[in-house]
């Protein structure tokens, strides 16, 4: 099974970075083969169609691919204004936006139609950030996503990890696992 990682903030010290790359890390001492993925890396302009006119930028035909891909998926998502970032927004949006006249990529649902994907997010109050997984649920279904019924929300993450960034918490560790293995098992018995 393969499982892709990504944290919606590109800040140098992100929780949701740090709990991405968590994640990644525990998912890949138990089995599936982990891209752990950083959107930092990828040079998407903010989605404009008069731009995506002029064509797609190629940085967002790679994450098609690798988003298609990838049959399970585990998003770390920042709260801002009790909802998710607009990083995650335009990214999304730049994804699901078909490219006229391509012949993979005019259908705009192709790299996330059927994805199983986990919600976490990590925020230093002691909510940690569930609220903005309320608003992304929505999303990721209107992209024709499957949601794991489990979550998990980071509270008080700036003394959630340690010096090596794994989590400290014993039972945050439990609830993160139990995400992963949740998501990796519906993507297995979802793919065809
Ligand atoms: C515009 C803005 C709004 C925010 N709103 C919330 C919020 O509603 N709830 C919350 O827990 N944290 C909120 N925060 C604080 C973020 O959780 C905090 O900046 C966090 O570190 C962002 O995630 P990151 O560390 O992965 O970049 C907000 C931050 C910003 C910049």
Not at 77 to 98: F, G, I, Q, R
């Amino acid at each position: 099974m393969k499982l892709l990682v990504f944290a919606g903030s590109t800040r140098l010290k992100s929780f949701n970075r740090q709990l991405a790359r968590a994640t990644a890390a525990m998912a890949s001492a138990s089995g599936p083969e982990v891209t752990h993925l950083e959107l930092g890396d990828f040079d998407i302009p903010m989605y404009n169609a008069d731009l995506e006119a002029r064509g797609t930028p190629a940085d967002v035909l790679r994450l098609k691919e690798i988003m298609h891909a990838h049959p399970a998926w585990i998003i770390c998502t920042p709260e801002y204004n009790a909802s998710y970032p607009a990083l995650v927004k335009n990214t999304l949006d730049w994804v699901s936006s078909p490219v006229q006249g391509h012949a993979t990529w005019n259908d705009g649902f192709r790299s996330t139609r059927g994805k199983v994907v986990g919600m976490l997010s990590a925020s230093p109050g002691a909510l940690g950030g569930l609220r903005s997984q309320s608003h992304l649920a929505p999303l990721l279904l209107n992209l024709q996503c499957w949601l794991a019924p489990l979550n998990f929300a980071l509270a008080h993450a700036a003394d959630a990890f340690d010096a090596d960034g794994a989590l400290v918490n014993e039972p945050a560790r439990r609830h993160v696992q139990a995400v992963i293995d949740q998501v990796v098992w519906a993507a297995g018995r979802l793919q065809t």
